[in-house]
Nanobody, 129 residues
């Protein structure tokens, strides 16, 4: 059974850093596009970052570009999201998601919620001023 489990969230002051992890089981991350999304209270879930199944290409929302970094550890079957220079507006529940590579998005990653097949339960990130 495919499962994604996020960890690493917490409370941090503005300007601080966190590292989120997404441990996968029942699927191999190197065969999937992996994405991070977030959802703030009263808002829709939005794309934050993604790493292509080939592993060599990463993509970011404009709001986090230059501050967040997505990476993949094939040996540990885990995906990470490094969050630096955090702002209050980064406060949200962060979700890991996976989409099996089936021939689409060879060079990029999907960024719509409905394109991903598997989701974690989410981890809360709260940034205080």
């Amino acid at each position: 059974q495919e499962q994604l489990v996020e960890s690493g969230g917490g409370l941090v002051q503005a300007g601080g850093s966190l590292r989120l992890s997404c441990a996968a089981s029942g699927l191999t991350v190197s065969s999937y596009h992996m994405g991070w999304f977030r959802q703030a209270p009263g808002k829709e879930r939005e794309f934050v970052a993604g790493i292509n199944w080939r592993g060599g290409s990463t993509y970011y929302a404009d709001s986090v570009k230059g501050r967040f970094t997505i990476s993949r550890d094939n040996a540990k079957n885990t995906v990470h999201l490094q969050l630096n220079s955090l702002k209050r507006e980064d406060t949200a529940v962060y979700y890991c998601a996976a989409k099996y590579y089936s021939g689409t998005y060879y060079f990029t990653v999907p960024s719509r919620v409905d394109e991903y097949e598997y989701w974690g339960q989410g981890t809360q990130v709260t940034v205080s001023s």
